[in-house]
C-alpha cells in the first residue's frame, strides 16, 4: 500500500487567516497551537495534519474538502503556465524547480503570479486599445460594472422589494442588532486594533458581527445593514449577478459588492417610506439624512434608486469624485452623459467644491446639444473617527434634469427654463465650444489653426471646416 504524501496548504490557510480577519496569534489561539506553528504551516514548512483539519473545520465552521484541496498542484500548474510565456523562452525552467517553487515557497509563487497577471492584463488592455481606440476599455471590469448599473437605472426591484420586508421584520423585532441576536448573531463594536484593519467582520466561529467602535453613527448602521444584505439577502444578489453572466470574475465580484451596498441602503432607507419622505421634504439632503439616521453620501445615493414602477421620483444622477479628478463611483438614474473616457468639464462644480469643504453648492448645467440639467455638489470625508487614521475627502455631486429641479428645496419655485445655465461638456475630447478657456486637449475632428502672428484668448483656435 502506498505511503500517503504531506498535505501542505500554506497559501489556502493564509487565505482562510485573511479573510476571517485573523492575526497568526488569534488563529493560534482558535486553534490552540502556538503563532510560530501556524507561521510554520502558512509558509509549507508543516504538513497539516488530520487532526489539525478537523481543528479547522470545527472552529471555523468550514467543509473540510474545501480546506484540503491541493494548493501545492493547482500554484506549479499556475506557475507553470506563467514560465511558459514567450518572455521566459531562453530560460531553462526544469518541472522539478518549478514544482519546488511552489511547495516550497508558496508567497513567491503568488507574488509572481499576481505580478505577470498585472503585466499580461495591462499589455492586452494596450494592445486593445491601440487596436480599437477607447471602446477597449470597456471591457475593464470597473466599467462593465459601471455599464450595468447604468443599464438597470441603478435599480433593483426583486432587491428593494425583500430589503422593505426585512426593514419592516428589523423595525419590529427592536432594531438590527435585536434582530440579529435572534438569528443567534451578537453584534459588538470593538477598537479598530482588535478589529485587525477592518471596518466589519464577521466571526463565524463565535456568531459574532463585530464592527470598528470608532465609526459614526451612520456607518455603523450601513456596516451592520450590509453585513444583513450578505447573509439574508444572499440568495437575491447571486441570482442577479448570475443573470448577467459577466464575463470576468473580477466584474462579478464588483456588482456583488454593489448590489449588497444596494441592498444595506434599502434597508435603512426602505423604499415606500423614504420616497415619500423625500418628496414631502423637497429631497432635502440633511433632512433625510436627519430622518433615516443616514450620511450625506448615503442618502444622495438612494435618490439615484427611486424607480419604482408606479412610484418613480425625480430620476439623479450621481457622481464621486476625487481631489486628482478621479471617479469612484457612478450611479445614472437620469441619463446624464458622462464621459467614460478622458476626464470631466472643470466647469462643473463637482470639481470646484473642495475650496469649500462641506457646503453645499448648487449650479444650472447646460450641455453642449442643449441638455440642460441642475446639479447638488458638496464633499465629504471618510475616515474619521480617531487619530492617526487616514482621512479621505472626495466630492459627490447629485444631478436632475433641469425642468425637474422645482421639486427640490434647492431650488424651489425656480423653473429651470429661465435660469441661464453654465455651458459645460461632457469632455473636452468631445466638447465642440471653440471659446472655452478651461480647455485641456482639443476635440475629437476639429484641425488646431496655425496662426504664428495671433494668440487668442482660448487655449486653441481651429481651422474652420
Known amino acids: 500500500m502506498a505511503e500517503s504524501r504531506p498535505l501542505y496548504l500554506g497559501p489556502r490557510l493564509r487565505r482562510l487567516r485573511r479573510e476571517l480577519g485573523l492575526t497568526q496569534q488569534a488563529m493560534a489561539d482558535d486553534l490552540e497551537i502556538s503563532p510560530s506553528y501556524v507561521a510554520l504551516l502558512e509558509r509549507n514548512q508543516r504538513p497539516v495534519t488530520a487532526d489539525m483539519l478537523l481543528r479547522l473545520a470545527r472552529t ?73 481606440g477607447p471602446a477597449a476599455e470597456e471591457s475593464e471590469p470597473v466599467r462593465e460594472a459601471q455599464r450595468f448599473l447604468g443599464q438597470s437605472r441603478n435599480y433593483f426591484h426583486a432587491l428593494d422589494v425583500r430589503a422593505e420586508e426585512l426593514a419592516a421584520e428589523i423595525e419590529q423585532a427592536g432594531g438590527a442588532a435585536a434582530w440579529l441576536g435572534a438569528k443567534g448573531v451578537r453584534v459588538r463594536f470593538l477598537p479598530p486594533d482588535v478589529m485587525v484593519d477592518s471596518l466589519r467582520r464577521f466571526d463565524r466561529h463565535n456568531q459574532q458581527l463585530l464592527i470598528d467602535d470608532t465609526l459614526g453613527p451612520s456607518s455603523r448602521a450601513f456596516q451592520i445593514a450590509t453585513h444583513i444584505a450578505h447573509t439574508a439577502m444572499r440568495s437575491d444578489i447571486v441570482s442577479v449577478v448570475r443573470a448577467a453572466a459577466f464575463a470576468q470574475t ?28 423625500a418628496e414631502a421634504r423637497g429631497y432635502d439632503i440633511d433632512a433625510l ?9 448615503q442618502v444622495a445615493h438612494r435618490l439615484t434608486t427611486l424607480h419604482r414602477p408606479g412610484e418613480e421620483r425625480v430620476p439623479f444622477f450621481f457622481l464621486r469624485v476625487d481631489e486628482a479628478g478621479n471617479v469612484s463611483k457612478r450611479l445614472d438614474g437620469a441619463g ?80 429651470g427654463g429661465t435660469v441661464a445655465g453654465t455651458p459645460i461638456g461632457v469632455t473636452c475630447r468631445l466638447c465642440q465650444r471653440a471659446e472655452c478657456a478651461a480647455r485641456s486637449v482639443p476635440p475629437i475632428g476639429r484641425d488646431v489653426l496655425a496662426d504664428d502672428y495671433r494668440r487668442a484668448a482660448q487655449p486653441y483656435t481651429f481651422a474652420e471646416s
Not at 514544482?99 to 515557497?105: H, I, Y
Request: negative net charge.
Open 289 to 297: 439624512g436627519a430622518l433615516f439616521g443616514a450620511s450625506f453620501e
Open 250 to 277: 473580477t466584474t462579478a465580484t464588483l456588482v456583488r459588492r454593489a448590489l449588497a451596498g444596494y441592498a444595506a441602503a434599502a434597508i435603512l432607507m426602505p423604499y415606500g417610506r423614504f420616497a415619500r419622505a
Open 336 to 415: 446624464f452623459p458622462f464621459a467614460a473616457h478622458g476626464g470631466g468639464c472643470p466647469l462643473w462644480s463637482v470639481h470646484q467644491v473642495f475650496r469649500w469643504p462641506g457646503e453645499i453648492r448648487t449650479q444650472w448645467l447646460e450641455l453642449p446639444d442643449g441638455q440642460r440639467f441642475f446639479s447638488i455638489a458638496r464633499t465629504v470625508t471618510s475616515g474619521e473617527g480617531r487619530y492617526g487614521r487616514s482621512r479621505v475627502t472626495r466630492a459627490v455631486a447629485l444631478a436632475c434634469a433641469a425642468d425637474e429641479a422645482d421639486k427640490l428645496v434647492y431650488a424651489a419655485g425656480v423653473k
Open 60 to 132: 471555523y465552521r468550514l467543509d473540510m474538502a474545501d480546506i484540503a484541496g491541493d494548493d501545492g498542484e493547482d500554484y506549479a500548474r499556475r506557475v507553470g503556465e506563467v514560465l511558459r510565456d514567450p518572455l521566459f523562452a531562453d530560460i531553462d525552467l526544469p518541472p522539478l524547480e518549478i514544482a519546488d517553487l511552489a511547495m516550497s515557497f508558496p508567497g513567491i509563487s503568488e507574488a509572481l503570479l499576481r505580478l505577470h497577471g498585472a503585466y499580461s492584463r495591462e499589455s492586452q488592455a494596450l494592445a486593445e486599445q491601440r487596436a480599437s
